[in-house]
């Protein structure tokens, strides 16, 4: 496919989104002059946007091609990879079984799980929450483009189960999503249902996310969109194949914008307002080093105002979500390109948004 239809594909708008009232007309032509100056500089296949203000989805829509071999056009019902746009759906699921009673953030993970072996330290579901739990990163590309299939998440702690904790809870923050695995162990211990179904109940149904799943790749999603890579020479190539059921809890599901819009205006309904405190209370190591994250969320601002947000990657797709809590505005998009940079249209979508 030579350059210019590629990009005549990649920058057609797919049919109108729905959701909520629509944004000013104005407004929706400087979200699309930004989307396609951003698809066109990075020669991202397919990209779907959804914007929430004032508690509702006020704009969707999809660009470009979910599947480029097929020529099926991106829609506000594709469905990506969340890759880590997960973690925050495992901390909220953490928070419901704290205020159920049902699990305390600072003891040791074996209370829940005794079968995971005693190490040098103990280790918490709060410092895995908050990457400070010690637990390594990929250990190397076999497991980082894992294609063994997992049923849960306990199955899946066995990755590293065996293994010392890379350093010391609570000194360090290192990002590790089988961290959040083992944190989805935990659940699934405590709910005594896999980790996929304790969301699909208390989650997914209490927010209407209609179209978000466990990444099965045995199951047959509906619009679900393929993934790409982007080689040296910036010919766009077909993603590693990748079985994402060895790290479920950290980014292994699969959603759309329009979904994780409603996931973070539904989090007063699905857990306390105490609860939202602590996952936004960024965490510090030991010694007092702020680590920029709470639980299950990056914290900060953006021109004065609060926002809490995560991106995602990896093979086959990158994912973004700003959420300001006090303005209830958000913005999620999901392109299904690794390696996107969100930062330029972000911060002019956010811009033109909220003025």
């Given at each position: 496919?030579d350059r ?9 708008p797919?049919?109108r989104?729905t959701g ?6 104005e407004?929706?032509?400087q979200f699309e ?8 500089r990075?020669s991202?296949?397919g990209l779907t946007m959804g ?7 006020r704009?969707?829509r999809g660009?470009?091609?979910a599947?480029l ?8 019902s594709t469905?990506y990879?969340t ?7 495992t901390a909220?699921?953490a928070?419901?079984?704290v ?9 040791p993970v ?6 995971f072996p ?6 918490t ?8 739990g010690?637990i390594?990163s990929?250990?190397d590309?076999?497991e980082e483009y894992?294609t063994?299939?997992?049923?849960d998440a306990?199955?899946a702690?066995q990755q ?9 809870p609570?000194?360090q923050?290192l990002?590790s999503?089988l961290g959040f ?8 211990s405590?709910?005594g249902?896999r ?8 989650l997914?149904?209490?927010?209407e996310?209609?179209d978000?799943y466990?990444?099965d790749?045995?199951?047959?999603i509906?619009?679900?969109s ?5 080689a040296p020479?910036?010919r766009i ?7 994402t059921?060895?790290r479920?809890?950290?980014g292994?599901?699969?959603?759309t914008p329009?979904d994780?819009?409603?996931?973070v205006f539904?989090?007063p ?5 105490e609860?939202?405190?602590?996952m936004?209370?960024?965490?510090t190591?030991?010694d007092?080093?702020g680590?920029?994250?709470?639980l299950?969320?990056g914290v ?8 809490v947000d ?6 086959g797709v990158?994912t973004?979500l700003w ?6 505005a958000?913005?999620?998009a ?17 811009q033109t948004?909220m003025?």
């Amino acid at each position: 496919m030579d350059r210019r239809t590629f990009l005549a594909l990649a920058l057609a708008p797919a049919a109108r989104g729905t959701g909520g009232s629509e944004l000013s007309p104005e407004k929706v032509r400087q979200f699309e002059k930004l989307i396609s100056v951003e698809m066109s500089r990075q020669s991202i296949p397919g990209l779907t946007m959804g914007l929430g203000l004032g508690d509702e989805l006020r704009w969707s829509r999809g660009y470009g091609l979910a599947d480029l071999e097929n020529f099926v056009p991106a829609k506000e019902s594709t469905v990506y990879r969340t890759a880590s746009l997960a973690k925050p759906m495992t901390a909220t699921a953490a928070m419901q079984l704290v205020e159920a009673g049902k699990l305390d953030l600072d003891a040791p993970v074996q209370k829940y799980l005794p079968d995971f072996p005693a190490k040098r330290w103990p280790v918490t579901t709060r410092q895995l929450l908050s990457h400070t739990g010690g637990i390594r990163s990929y250990r190397d590309a076999a497991e980082e483009y894992n294609t063994r299939h997992y049923e849960d998440a306990r199955e899946a702690m066995q990755q590293f189960a065996a293994d010392e904790l890379a350093y010391e809870p609570g000194t360090q923050y290192l990002y590790s999503s089988l961290g959040f695995v083992l944190a989805g162990a935990v659940i699934e211990s405590i709910a005594g249902m896999r980790f996929s179904e304790y969301l699909r109940k208390n989650l997914f149904e209490p927010a209407e996310m209609r179209d978000t799943y466990l990444d099965d790749v045995y199951e047959l999603i509906p619009n679900r969109s393929r993934g790409y890579r982007r080689a040296p020479n910036g010919r766009i190539l077909n993603a590693v194949p990748i079985d994402t059921s060895n790290r479920a809890p950290g980014g292994g599901l699969a959603s759309t914008p329009d979904d994780i819009v409603r996931f973070v205006f539904a989090l007063p309904k699905l857990v306390k307002p105490e609860s939202l405190t602590v996952m936004w209370r960024p965490q510090t190591t030991r010694d007092g080093r702020g680590t920029g994250y709470g639980l299950g969320w990056g914290v900060g601002e953006w021109q004065g105002r609060m926002r809490v947000d995560h991106h995602g990657g990896q093979s086959g797709v990158s994912t973004r979500l700003w959420f300001f809590p006090l303005d209830r505005a958000a913005i999620v998009a999901m392109g299904n390109l690794e390696g996107v940079s969100w930062d330029t249209l972000f911060e002019g979508v956010a811009q033109t948004l909220m003025g």
